[in-house]
C-alpha cells in the first residue's frame, strides 16, 4: 500500500483584518492534509473555520505565513495563476446550494463543463455521469424548484466534481438540511471520497458527522486546539 502524500500544507499561516483594531481569524496555523483524507473542521462560531476555508480554497490570501497545495506554494502566486489552480483543482459545496433556478439539474452541473471550454456534448456526457454518481440520473431535467433540499445539495455535489478536483471543500453542506437528510449527504461525500481518492474538506458544526472523518481540526480563536486522525 502506497503511503499518503500531503495535498495540502500550511506553515504558519496568519490572516490578521484590520478594522481599527487587529483581529487574527488565524493565528501561526500549521497543518498537513493527506492526499484522499476526508478531514472535518470544527470549532465554535468565530473560531476561524471559514477563514481557513477561503485560504486553502483560494479565496483570500493570508497575511503571513506559506500555503502549499500539491507541492505549489500559492502564496507566491500572481491573481491569475491562482485563478488558474482554483478552477483546475479545487470544487466547492456551499451550505446553500447555490443553482441556477432557471436551469435544469443537468445544465446546472454542465455549467462549469462548459465555461472550462468543454464542448456540449463532451459537457453532457460527463454531468449525466456526476448525477448518476449522486443518485440523480431519474432527476436530470428537473428544476431546483421541483427537487429537495437532499436533491439540490446533491446536484451542487455532482456540479462540484464536474471538473475532476483534487479536492472538495464543503463549507457546512449539511447545515441546511435535516438531520437524516444531513447523514445521506455526508454519507455520499464519503463514498465519493474512496470511490475517486479525491481530498474532501468539509466544515461542521455536527460532532456526529465529524467523528466519521478521517481526521478532525478544532479551531479555537484562530489557533488548532486540537486534532485527531482516525485514518491509521
Do not use: W
Amino acid at each position: 500500500m502506497t503511503e499518503k502524500s500531503p495535498i495540502i500544507e500550511l506553515k504558519g499561516l496568519t490572516k490578521i483584518y484590520k478594522d481599527g483594531t487587529e483581529f487574527y481569524a488565524l493565528n501561526n496555523v500549521d497543518l498537513r492534509i493527506m492526499r484522499g483524507e476526508l478531514v472535518a473542521i470544527a470549532g465554535p462560531s468565530g473560531s476561524g473555520k471559514s477563514t481557513l476555508m477561503h485560504l486553502i480554497g483560494l479565496l483570500d490570501t493570508p497575511t503571513s505565513g506559506t500555503l502549499l497545495i500539491d507541492r505549489n506554494n500559492v502564496t507566491k502566486m500572481s491573481d491569475k495563476e491562482r485563478s488558474e489552480m482554483r478552477n483546475r483543482m479545487l470544487g466547492f459545496v456551499f451550505q446553500y446550494h447555490h443553482l441556477l433556478p432557471d436551469f435544469t439539474a443537468l445544465e446546472n452541473v454542465m455549467m462549469p463543463l462548459l465555461i472550462a471550454g468543454k464542448n456540449r456534448k463532451e459537457a453532457t456526457g460527463t454531468a449525466k455521469k456526476n448525477l448518476k454518481a449522486v443518485g440523480l440520473e431519474d432527476r436530470m431535467d428537473h428544476k431546483p424548484s421541483e427537487l429537495s433540499g437532499g436533491q439540490n445539495q446533491r446536484v451542487a455535489i455532482a456540479r462540484a466534481l464536474s471538473c475532476s478536483p483534487t479536492i472538495v471543500l464543503g463549507d457546512e453542506p449539511t447545515g441546511n438540511l435535516d438531520t437524516k437528510t444531513g447523514d445521506m449527504i455526508y454519507e455520499l461525500l464519503r463514498h465519493l471520497n474512496k470511490e475517486y481518492n479525491q481530498t474532501f474538506i468539509v466544515v461542521t458544526h455536527n460532532e456526529d458527522l465529524a467523528s466519521k472523518a478521517d481526521k478532525i481540526i478544532r479551531l479555537v480563536d484562530g489557533e488548532i486546539m486540537d486534532q485527531r486522525d482516525f485514518s491509521s
